[in-house]
């Protein structure tokens, strides 16, 4: 598609519910990151896919949180027995292969993010 | 471990003045990127600019430019005639391509306003 697509776009769960987000990225980008956004501050890191291999999972928060790309190209965040302090927004972006970072063409392109709450 | 410091939370400009985001950052890297993301209420994080730092050139963008201080480690972003439009919070935000280490550091963001 023309951006990244993410769904759904508002999640409200029980504490303790397991829930899935869902992230497209744009056809053809190899690098696909989650981020996680608490109200009113930057987006942190939680993990970074290329194609299909998970490269970086340092920023996940505990083992609650488990992301895969199994195709190379969806992903799913999901999140088991969600707690509070999970509630936020959860960011996808993507962006061209390594070779294309390196000529300059280095941007990462948002999704428009998942609002997770949770009761 | 890289860090990027957004030290205002808040900013404020009048509709057609001049306004300039503060950022530093900090690696042990010589080869990267720096952006300035611009993020609305719809929570589309938009990139406005980006910076690479081998070039000693100042970054533009229409409004938009950058002072680039490597020897400081310092980001700022000017916004020129200020619209209504560019109310929105700005995220500094810092990237490296070492390896698997290529993720992008955001700064805690400020919020700018813009008054009529």
């Known amino acids: 598609g023309a951006g990244v697509s993410q769904s759904p776009r508002y999640k409200v769960a029980k504490r303790g519910q397991d829930v899935a987000l869902r992230c497209d990225p744009i056809?053809?980008?190899?690098?696909l990151f989650w981020y996680q956004q608490a109200l009113g501050q930057g987006p942190e890191f939680l993990t970074y896919?290329?194609?299909?291999?998970?490269?970086?999972k340092s920023g996940l928060p505990s083992d609650r949180f488990f992301a895969e790309r199994p195709e190379g190209s969806v992903s799913t965040l999901k999140i088991q027995r969600t707690q509070q302090e999970d509630s936020a927004v959860y960011l996808c972006?993507?962006?061209?292969?390594?070779?294309?970072?390196?000529?300059?063409?280095?941007?990462?392109?948002f999704g428009a993010g998942s609002r997770l709450t949770v009761l | 471990a890289q860090t990027v410091t957004q030290s205002q939370p808040e900013m404020s400009v009048q509709e057609a003045e001049t306004v300039t985001l503060s950022c530093t950052y900090d690696t042990s890297e010589s080869d990267y990127y720096l952006f300035w993301y611009k993020q609305p209420p719809s929570r589309q994080m938009i990139l406005v600019i980006r910076?690479?730092?081998?070039?000693?050139q100042n970054a533009t963008e229409n409004r938009f430019s950058v002072n680039f201080q490597k020897a400081a480690k310092s980001f700022s972003l000017k916004i020129s005639d200020s619209q209504l439009g560019d109310a929105a919070m700005y995220f500094c935000a810092y990237r490296t391509f070492t390896g698997a280490n290529s993720k992008l550091t955001f700064g805690k963001g400020i919020t700018l306003s813009v008054r009529p």
């Open positions: 910076q690479e730092a081998y070039k000693q």
């Open positions: 972006a993507s962006s061209p292969s390594r070779t294309v970072l390196l000529s300059g063409a280095n941007v990462l392109t």
């Open positions: 896919f290329q194609n299909e291999a998970q490269l970086d």
């Open positions: 056809s053809g980008h190899v690098s």
